[in-house]
């Protein structure tokens, strides 16, 4: 199947990057692992890496609006971080910005769900919204 695809999820925020893969085929996402991110231009280069050794053809970034749309300070450094990224990568690689709004939430519930507790969820939450990110993403691309 010729649409099938490689991508990457992230959910940045200032302290930690959590990271997702798709499967080899474009049709799940699954966790890959948290990146630290005060510095910058470190979280961007781990992040480059992982690009270069996944093959990866597509980025999905998730974008933290507000409620209402709009956009805050937080998306800025959402940008700000594409920006020192954009330069590591290939530039074969295509970056999509997606709403984030829910997915934090959403992926504290499916946590609670599988039994875990806000104490043991705290190492991979970031992971786990990376997830729903790009989960989101990969459905919207397949018509799910």
């Given at each position: ?40 231009a ?22 933290p ?15 700000r ?31 609670h ?32």
């Open positions: 199947m010729s649409d099938w695809i490689r991508a990457m999820g992230l959910d940045y925020g200032t302290a930690r990057i959590g990271v997702a893969v798709s499967d080899d085929i474009g049709l799940l996402a699954h966790p890959l692992e948290t990146v630290p991110s005060a510095d910058l470190r979280a961007a280069a781990r992040i480059a890496e992982l690009v270069c050794e996944r093959r990866i053809d597509h980025l999905v970034v998730g974008l609006l507000h409620m209402n749309g709009d956009e805050g300070d937080a998306v800025a450094g959402v940008r971080f594409i920006g020192c990224l954009r330069p590591l990568l290939p530039e074969s690689i295509a970056i999509h910005e997606m709403d984030e709004r829910h997915t934090t939430r959403t992926a504290m519930d499916k946590l769900a599988a039994g875990r507790n806000v104490k043991n969820s705290k190492k991979i939450i970031d992971q786990a919204a990376a997830i729903e990110i790009l989960q989101d993403w990969l459905d919207l691309r397949s018509g799910y």
